[in-house]
């Protein structure tokens, strides 16, 4: 069974870092369209950051030059290094993959910046 299982989060105080984690397990013949989201509390989840398979990387303006998305495709594992923290990244943090031609999300994991 396909899933993509996250870990990393936590508490961090402003201007803090932390790094994030997605693996992916199972039967994995194709992955790629690799993404991070992102979603507060009472807002609608939005697209934090995407690697693709050649390894080109897009970002929320509002991240960019803080975040830094990367993929480890021997172990189906994609990163997301988070910098220079704000209150604003307060979330819960999901990880997103097109595994197989299907599409797979993670679990969350909560990020809390303190300020």
């Known amino acids: 069974q396909v899933q993509l299982v996250e870990s990393g989060g936590g508490l961090v105080q402003a201007g803090g870092s932390l790094r994030l984690s997605c693996a992916a397990s199972g039967s994995i013949f194709s992955i790629y369209a690799r993404r991070w989201y992102r979603q507060a509390p009472g807002k609608q989840r939005e697209l934090v950051a995407v690697?693709?398979?050649?390894?080109?990387?897009t970002y929320a303006d509002s991240v960019k030059g803080r975040f830094a998305i990367s993929a480890d495709n021997a172990k189906n594992t994609v990163y997301l290094q988070m910098n220079s923290l704000k209150p604003e990244d307060t979330a819960v943090y999901y990880c997103y993959a097109v595994i197989n031609s299907r599409t797979y999300w993670g679990q969350g994991t909560q990020v809390t910046v303190s300020s």
């Open positions: 690697i693709t398979r050649e390894g080109n990387t």
